[in-house]
């Protein structure tokens, strides 16, 4: 599926508070997203169907040694169309010039579709954090991708309700 990827604005949030609700049980709040787009450390990318309809979003945010990629998410209706993955390809080029930097994520350990997308992309399983979620306690993987990994070709959640 061809989609305009774009630089969220405040305007997009109530249909991004949409996409989230049907996602996760603990859905981010609107002030939660809202800070992520004022930061000037953070990057927001949402993937627009020709109609101009949101389909997904991927919010990540620079710190000293990573981009942390703090949250990905596709509408029921868009997923299995690899909109995942060209948001975090897009957010990859758009960081390129940052030598400095590679990338890291959080995501549940029996999200198993989400971490093979992830691994598709160049990340690799390096630690758990215990008790991470807060709906159930749920242990999370930590992945990184350094910033020079080639990521082979494939689809593409952080929080990746793509592949649930």
Do not use: C
């Amino acid at each position: 599926m061809r989609v305009e990827l774009r630089r969220l604005e405040t305007r997009d949030l109530d249909v991004v508070e949409a996409i989230e609700g049907e996602s996760y049980p603990t859905p981010w709040s609107r002030s939660m997203f809202d800070a992520e787009l004022r930061k000037p450390s953070s990057l927001a990318l949402g993937a627009f169907t020709n109609e101009g309809v949101l389909a997904g979003y991927a919010f990540v945010s620079r710190y000293v040694d990573a981009w942390h990629v703090m949250n990905v998410a596709v509408a029921h209706a868009y997923r299995r169309r690899g909109i995942a993955s060209a948001l975090l390809e897009r957010l990859f080029e758009i960081t390129a010039s940052d030598s400095r930097r590679g990338y890291t994520l959080e995501v549940r350990v029996s999200n198993t579709g989400a971490i093979q997308l992830y691994e598709r992309l160049g990340f690799e399983a390096r630690g758990i954090r215990r008790g991470y979620y807060t709906d159930n306690r749920e242990d999370a993987l930590i992945m990184w991708r350094d910033r020079a990994a080639a990521a082979p070709a494939g689809r593409a959640g952080a929080r990746e309700a793509d592949a649930q």
